[in-house]
């Protein structure tokens, strides 16, 4: 069975999902990121990076959500899409992975947690996460999936980051980027994803962002103790 270290954010929503649509039989393992779980030596030996998601299957690591997707969906056969599409997919993959999630995460870092107002970074970030929605935008223009003819890990992909448009850009996020809101409503619809919103829902995660959780998410933000 597989070992699914998760949290609450939008990365480990990407492995949530998949595994609600294969039906893949896993069981959770919380990390409270805000209570600093991340950087337990125990967690630190499944992932280095010390972040979430990761998973062990059958005595193998996997860290990341594009490698967990990837490797998932190599090894079951389930929503990598046709071969034919495979360099697509991967583009996309990477799209999402190196362009959407850090800059969506960046913008809503400086305008909603920086303790400093900063107007470069904020106007940076969210231009360019902006920027990066007008693309997967326009690629989406009578499509109704990101690569090929059915839903893939690429959809996931950018399903767990898109559905913070509003903390992201801002209320009503999506529409000025229509067929971007088609495909995610269509998403959004599936039976899968309201199961995947469950997964972890019993667990009491820390909520309050208060120093230990700050420090916790931003270790390199503060002086390291002497």
């Known amino acids: 069975m597989i070992k699914f270290y998760f949290h609450h954010t939008p990365n480990p929503m990407k492995v949530a999902l998949y595994l ?12 409270d990121t805000l209570k600093g779980e991340q950087h337990l030596p125990a967690f630190r030996a499944i992932n ?17 959500s594009t490698a967990i ?15 034919e599409n495979r ?22 870092h400086f305008k909603h947690m920086a303790p400093e107002k900063l107007p470069y970074a904020i106007n940076r970030y969210h231009r360019e996460a902006v920027r990066h929605y007008q693309v997967l935008d326009q690629h989406l223009e009578g499509r109704e999936f990101i690569v090929g003819d059915g839903f893939t890990i690429a959809d996931i992909s950018a399903w767990a980051w898109i559905d913070r448009a509003p903390v992201v850009l801002g209320e009503d996020a ?18 899968a994803v309201a199961r995947a919103r469950e997964v972890g829902k019993d667990i009491e995660f820390k909520k309050e962002r208060d120093e230990e959780a700050m420090r916790a998410l931003f270790p390199q933000n503060y002086p390291e103790a002497v």
């Open 20 to 31: 609600e649509e294969t039906g893949l039989p896993y069981e959770i393992a919380p990390v």
């Open 87 to 108: 360099a697509e997919l991967l583009s996309w993959l990477m799209f999402i992975g190196t362009g959407i999630g850090p800059y969506s995460g960046q913008a809503v």
């Open 174 to 191: 999506l529409t000025p980027f229509p067929n971007l809101k088609r495909w995610f409503d269509a998403v959004n619809a599936r039976p």
């Open 48 to 64: 280095p990076n010390g972040k979430a998601p990761a998973i062990e299957d059958e005595g193998v690591r996997v860290f990341d």
């Open 69 to 83: 997707l990837l490797y998932l969906s190599e090894k079951t056969g389930k929503l990598r899409g046709d071969l």
